[in-house]
């Protein structure tokens, strides 16, 4: 079993920064995808961000040039660097990796949830 661990939620002022990190605990072999995923309340979870194991990079339209996802395959951890927020980035925040275990036995696991509120 893969389990994540996320870390760097909290209350930010419009405008600021924060940083969110997951790392994967678990004997891992390869990891393909990472992603962040928001969910607001009374809203629909929606991806944020996503990076392949080749490192190519999507953002949701009402992020991008202000988000910044990255990856350490070393650490098997996926982070998330979050500039200018906006109240609308509000929301509880999971990541989610896939990949495979020993034996060829694949997973798809996900984050416990880190909350991120931006308001004055």
């Known amino acids: 079993q893969v389990q994540l661990v996320e870390s760097g939620g909290g209350l930010v002022q419009p405008g600021g920064s924060l940083r969110l990190s997951c790392a994967a605990n678990?004997?891992?072999?390869?990891?393909?995808?990472m992603a962040w995923y928001r969910q607001a309340p009374g809203k629909q979870r929606e991806l944020v961000a996503s990076?392949?194991?080749?490192?190519?990079?999507n953002y949701v339209d009402s992020v991008k040039g202000r988000f910044t996802i990255s990856r350490d395959n070393a650490k098997n951890t996926v982070s998330l660097q979050m500039n200018s927020l906006k109240p609308e980035d509000t929301a509880v925040y999971y990541c989610?990796?896939?990949?495979?275990?020993?034996?060829?036995?694949?997973?798809?696991?996900w984050g416990q949830g880190t909350q991120v509120t931006v308001s004055s």
């Open positions: 989610n990796i896939d990949g495979r275990r020993p034996f060829g036995m694949s997973f798809n696991s």
């Open positions: 678990g004997i891992i072999s390869s990891i393909n995808n």
């Open positions: 990076i392949t194991s080749t490192y190519r990079t």
